[in-house]
């Protein structure tokens, strides 16, 4: 998939070898989220990091979970609201057909019941999109360790 | 004791919304009260006109009845012998008779020059009076005039209410005279009494029967206009709704989408500049702006967006409200007593809509640091009580009526329509409370 936003070839604080070497023994992640610009930063974020690799991106929850049993990645992060195939049920298949499956949702509703509904289908953690991107590298690096990565706040009430 | 001294000086309410009737029934109210005065203003009209009436018609009655006396009793008796000798004339007999029936009061015969041929009153006969001018042209036209009196002319005692009637014929010599006959009010009176038992119940029970048969026409389009200003309402609700929702789609779906992704954009970007450049340092603070900004419009979604009532929607939705409350300087709580799940749809949105007025009020107005919703709920009230410990109704001098007690009165208006009522008031012990009660069968 091309991608104008995709860090240059000599990024300031490593080598282009080095981050090739990172990326194939990194976390493996798919990114499913209906807007373009979403994926496209999010990859761009996550590939600047050395031991994350993105392995593969879906707009909608339907190849999202198929895309996602077929690569079998570290780390999914679901988008919730998606035409068609929405990030809860998308979740529920890929964790009834992959139980180990480490899906964080990311997402910008924070309303409990969606957290609660979310981490009953089968979430590992819930991210809001407005926190911070490091966060969100952070979040990724949690949940490939079998954390519960939750953005602040969440899941309080 | 302590406690009930308190409770006694506990201040009285300072704003209870006036209880307004429904539409229909305000309607009905209006519409038997403006037929009450309109059958007040018949009746005051109908009585003197009835009076009037009658005595028109007494008069002319009175009128003709002279005048066919006049020509065809007295004139053929009075003769050239009569006037020469009126005691105990055959005028005379004829004339007493009429007396002593009642139907005259007084008499008098006239002749052109004013000279009194005949009276019941015999210090009359042969006395002579100027004629009034009226009088006088009666001796031309041979005709008649009446009218209502007070006061009897040639004789007869002042004061008393009496028809004066004056008639012209020839006698039987063809010499022209005018015949004064003065009846009795008797007759008036009661012809005054009949016309007004006749017209009266006429009148006024037209008016009763219409008002009867209009009354359901009326009640119908009240209901009617009633119903309809509720559909209207309803749909401007439903629209209201979703607007909202669509609008707090498009912010999320797109703005908020937008944003975050920038938003992530930015960290790779900043990385291709060189440490401690100028550009990288702006970028890191667009960032960081981009990221409240996203925070602040989420926040305004979940202001605008409807909250969901069904299942456990409807306990979240009043656990937000306490989050956003919280989130503007207020520590709300939120009690719940009572089965929730048996609300309906309906009631459950004016709980709501109870608490969300009440904890508005008090961040814009009670300078409060803790707010308490306490939601009660039972088989025929629910009652939703919102305490501040803030300054309290009567200290928020500042408030605008128009601006800030619409929430309250639009809220007021839907409880009614729910059978039930709103009260702002001073609480025990300081800060105000808002209390709304309402039935939730008619919510």
Redesign the interface.
Known sequence: MSDP?R??PF???RLPEESSEAARSGIRVVIVDD?D??R???R??LS?ESDIEVCGDAAEGDTGATLVLDLRPDVVLMDL?MPGVGGLEATRRIVMDWPSAKVVVLT??????LVRDALTAGARGYL???????A?VEAVREAARGGRPMTTGIGE? | MADRAAAREAPAPVRTPTPQPSGVRAAMVRFTLLSLLGLALVTLVTIPLAAWIARSIALLDAEDRTRVFTRTVAAPLLTEATREAPIGSPLELAMENRLDDGTVVHVVIWDRDGRVVWSDDRSLIGSTYPLDAEVEDLFESMGSRSEYSLAMHAGGADGVPVLEVYAAARDADGVPFVLEWYWPTSRLEAAQHETLVRILPLTIGSLILLHILVLPLTLDTARRVDAERARLAQHATAVQIMERRRLSEDL??GV???L??????????S?????GSTGRGLLERV?QVM?QD??SI?GM??DIKPPTFAG??FL?AL??LA?RTRAQGVAADVAIRGDVDALSPGARALAYRIAREGLRNTVRHSQASRALVDLDVDADAVTVRVRDDGVGPAATADVDPDRDHFGLQLLGEALREAGGQLELRAAEGGGAELVASFRPDRA
């Open positions: 936003l860090p240059g990024p300031d604080d807007h610009l979403i496209t930063a999010l761009a974020l600047c609201t910008a509703f924070a309303e409990p019941r809001l999109k407005d926190a911070d991107p490091s969100v009430h | 999320h779906d908020v989408q937008d975050s992704g920038i938003g992530y954009v930015l960290p790779t970007v990385r291709e500049l060189p440490p960032a990221q996203v925070r989420r979604i979940a456990a929607g979240e656990d937000a989050d």
